[in-house]
């Protein structure tokens, strides 16, 4: 059995059919070949998978594709769609990765941080990015990526 | 080949803006229109009889065996054979013994649970000191003792002091956020691998070698590769039945581990333990070691197990002048998943088991940390009765001290000292090859980067010696057929090597375009000619490097010990990239406070391992980072480059400091890792 589902991906409205189990990490991943979004964990621990969904930032191995049907989806690479986003250019400037597998869920779930909080204080930053692990950093490269997107993303809308 | 034609469509971009893009290519990221997705089926024993087998395929089928390449690599015979798919027994929960392939994952996973298999469960084997007079088992061997080596002379003392103790540093999985994961594309003459891996040349003869290929049948194409830190470099029985599926399909076949998986199969690190015993006089020098060192191998002689005891054994006095060493080494195989390289293999055990006997004596004596440790040191070149070669141990930690602040940050309560050597894997040397063609410079290297950065310093490297600006320099990925020969990326051995060989081919395009240019060319000039050249580096010597860590700790809200701040001070040689170099550091400083903290592969004594999901095996959060300061001692090593190894020097330098702060802050005494909670919970809460 399959069953068809719709939804806007970084701004394009999306159709396929497919089977109702199917995960939406898979749907962005297979069906749309979508591959920022990573798959690190089973258990919903990692974060990798990050997107925003509605504005909210969901680990898309938690859902089914069918469960966002209508639903709006930007993935790491709709951030980057009027040019590099102001956090995209922070974590290379201040090395926020290493390997670089973690990176588009970082980067997803520190959008979401900063996007109602434009300021915040180490530990918020740290409470934000509290459900995505990384193995490479020890997370202080990421920590400073973020306060500088912050700082950036600031002075940006100033302008 | 698809991949090719993708990156030459795309402008190269350095791989950390193509990675914060989400334009990495990893190699789940390979679609092929009539790909097949492979599903292992896996022994939910520890140790049991198989009496059925029906599956797609099966050992009576695919009936082959493992090799031992890699780092650690070992051509010792032994009597038990490793098969790629169990068909008598199983020795781990996790161990392969049937597979399926199918046109997508879900159907492959539909597919696993209708093969069916009759199991016999035998009572497994879990502790490593009571497998040393447990039933064998393997069926043709009369003991589980597989390695049992003497190194060094047995030696009386009688010294002022005389401290014993049992050491350990229990199972770590590696972890990388990425799991392991191959494509196999068999396309009726040629087999094309592309892996998450760091040595496309490991993963190559072990393929070769399992399914007596011929090497001009095989190519391996390094992908994307999200971590490893040592799970990536050898082979695994599910490359084997991926390319085995691959060429009886005729079809590319993709297999992904999942985080179970990996947590369950994939060799797991560390895993060593020691009876330690110094002789000391009473002013703390110490005249004699003894080590009896018992490394917990699991269940097949493949990975580090065969050789991890004489290498923990032979770096046992650490940075030391220790006159008189005398070290029993033995390995044991028990029911769990093989062991394998960890980040530091060997290393950080090693470092750990004298550094805890030097706080020992330090407590026993009353003797400042830093004094006991200097005292034992030898001032000039020192070279261990076992051939360890240090040097001026005592004046790099007298610099080590001065620039660290030591006697302000001693009078902390949860203070930590540690010194080290690493030992960067140097044998048998690495390669590179640059290539210049239509005014573009490309670089490859024998070892594959797998989060270190080799882009960077590889490009930064060509640009200074051949004097071209970075953008015209790509760097691509280790491919077996782009460089003949290689090696790859551990132990602390890219930027010296392959960094040591890119010099040697740039300054080899000079010497020819000199030649053919004259002696005044401009970079411009180089850039409209051809050249390629390929250089083994093959180095001669030791090139050991020393370090010191502090580590801080103080006591959370909860009232239990924390750790605060993590200092390194590192001799690093030349540093190649500053930024890269303290992120490298980092990074393992927070595997080895992992280790000390929370990290561990559990298994109960049924031989299950307990904890399922990356979360219980202990990885630390962002809530865990301390702060965090790095110095280095930047003297030149006698590289074209002046490079020296660096990578595993925090995950040998951090552990025994932390793990000292720790104890010092709550009052007790540890002797292994990880700590448990109530370790670390303080007196008066």
């Known amino acids: ?159 | 080949m698809l991949i090719e034609e993708e990156r030459k469509l795309e402008k190269p971009l350095p791989a950390s803006v193509r990675f914060v893009l989400g334009r990495g290519k990893y190699v789940d990221d390979i679609f092929f229109d009539n790909m097949l997705y492979l599903k292992i089926v896996r022994s939910p024993y520890a140790r049991a009889k198989i009496l059925k087998v029906n599956g797609e395929i099966t050992g009576r089928e695919l009936s082959a065996s493992m090799t031992s390449v890699g780092e650690g690599a070992t051509e010792r015979k032994t009597r038990v054979n490793y098969p790629v798919l169990a068909t008598d027994y199983v020795s781990y929960v996790g161990q392969p013994v049937a597979a399926v392939i199918a046109e997508d994952i879900y159907e492959a996973e539909d597919k696993a649970e209708e093969v069916e298999i009759e199991y016999e469960p035998l009572k497994p084997v879990v502790d490593p000191y009571k497998a040393i007079d447990s039933e064998p088992i393997h069926p043709n061997t009369n003991s589980n003792v597989f390695v049992d080596t003497k190194l060094g002379k047995d030696f009386d003392e009688s010294a002022d002091v005389v401290l014993e103790e049992r050491l350990g540093c229990e199972r770590i999985i590696p972890n990388p956020l990425e799991p392991r994961g191959i494509v196999a594309h068999y396309d009726g003459t040629r087999l094309t691998i592309y892996g998450s891996t760091q040595s496309v040349y490991s993963w190559k003869e072990g393929i070769c070698s399992s399914l007596k290929l011929s090497p001009e049948q095989v190519r391996v194409i390094q992908m994307d590769t999200g971590g490893a830190f040592g799970s990536k470099g050898g082979i695994y029985p599910e490359y084997i039945v991926a390319a085995y599926a691959s060429i009886k399909t005729k079809r590319p076949v993709k297999w992904i581990e999942t985080r179970l998986e990996h947590l369950q199969a994939t060799a797991h690190g560390r895993g060593a333990y020691a009876d330690m015993k110094i002789y000391a006089r009473r002013d703390g020098r110490i005249v004699g070691l003894k080590a009896d060192i018992l490394v917990d191998s699991g269940a097949y002689p493949v990975g580090v197990a065969p050789w991890a005891p004489s290498w923990i054994g032979y770096q046992i006095t650490g940075p030391y002048a220790i006159e008189k060493v005398y070290v029993r080494a033995r390995a044991v195989y028990t029911n769990k998943v093989p062991l394998g390289p960890y980040r530091g293999a060997g290393r950080p055990e090693a470092a750990f088991f004298v550094e805890r006997m030097i706080d020992m004596l330090s407590d026993k004596l009353g003797k400042d940390a830093l004094e006991i440790r200097k005292i034992n040191t030898h001032e000039g070149k020192w070279k261990s009765p076992l051939g360890l070669e240090v040097n001026d141990a005592r004046s790099f930690l007298a610099r080590a001290a001065r620039q660290l602040r030591y006697s302000s940050l001693k009078r902390k309560r949860g203070f930590g000292l540690s010194f080290f050597v690493l030992i960067p894997n140097l044998e048998p040397g690495e390669s590179a090859r640059v290539k210049i063609q239509d005014g573009i410079v490309r670089v490859w290297l024998g070892g594959s980067s797998h989060g270190q950065g080799h882009d960077e310093f590889a490009r930064r490297i060509v640009s200074e010696e051949l004097d071209v600006p970075m953008e015209k320099i790509y760097f691509e990925n280790s491919d077996t057929e782009k460089i003949n020969r290689g090696v790859g990326s551990w132990g602390s051995r890219s930027a010296v090597l392959a960094g040591a060989a890119i010099v040697e081919a740039c300054r080899k395009i000079r010497e020819k375009a000199r030649a053919k240019l004259g002696p005044r060319f401009k970079a411009e000039d180089l850039l409209s000619f051809e050249f390629d050249e390929s250089v083994f580096f093959k180095p001669e010597g030791q090139l050991n490097s020393l370090g010191v860590n502090v580590v801080l700790a103080t006591k959370d809200k909860l009232g239990f010990g924390r750790i605060s701040k993590i200092i390194s001070y590192y001799d690093a040689g030349n540093l190649l990239n500053r930024n890269m170099a303290v992120s490298q550091v980092i990074g393992g400083a927070m595997q080895g406070l992992g280790q000390v903290l929370s990290e561990r592969a559990a298994y109960n004594e049924d031989g299950q391992l307990v904890i399922g999901s990356i979360s219980e095996a202990g990885v630390l959060k962002i809530s865990a980072t301390p702060d965090f300061e790095v110095i280095f001692d930047r003297e030149k090593s006698r590289m074209p480059h002046g490079a020296k190894g660096l990578g595993e020097s925090p995950t040998i330098g951090v552990p025994p400091a932390a793990i000292r702060a720790l104890e010092k802050l709550a009052g007790k005494w540890f002797t292994k890792t990880p700590l448990t909670e109530e370790d670390i919970l303080l007196n008066g809460g």
């Open chain 1, 1 to 159: 059995m399959k069953v068809k589902v719709s939804m806007v991906v970084n701004g394009e409205k999306v159709e396929r059919v497919v089977q109702p189990r199917m995960l939406l990490v898979d749907f962005i991943r297979r069906e749309l070949r979508l591959t920022g979004t990573h798959v690190g964990c089973d258990t919903s621990s990692c974060g990798a998978c990050a997107v925003l969904l509605n504005g909210r930032a969901v680990k898309s191995c938690t859902i089914l594709a069918v469960q966002a049907e209508g639903k709006e989806i930007v993935t790491i690479e709709g951030l980057s769609k009027g040019g590099m986003h102001p956090i995209q250019k922070a974590f290379v400037e201040k090395q926020g990765l290493q390997c670089g597998y973690c990176t588009p869920g970082m980067i997803i779930s520190s959008y979401q941080l900063l996007s109602s909080n434009p300021n915040p204080s180490e530990e918020e930053i740290r409470k934000a990015l509290s459900g995505n692990l990384c193995r490479c950093t020890g997370y202080k490269t990421i920590i400073d990526s973020v306060k500088y997107a912050s700082k950036l993303m600031r002075t940006e809308k100033r302008k």
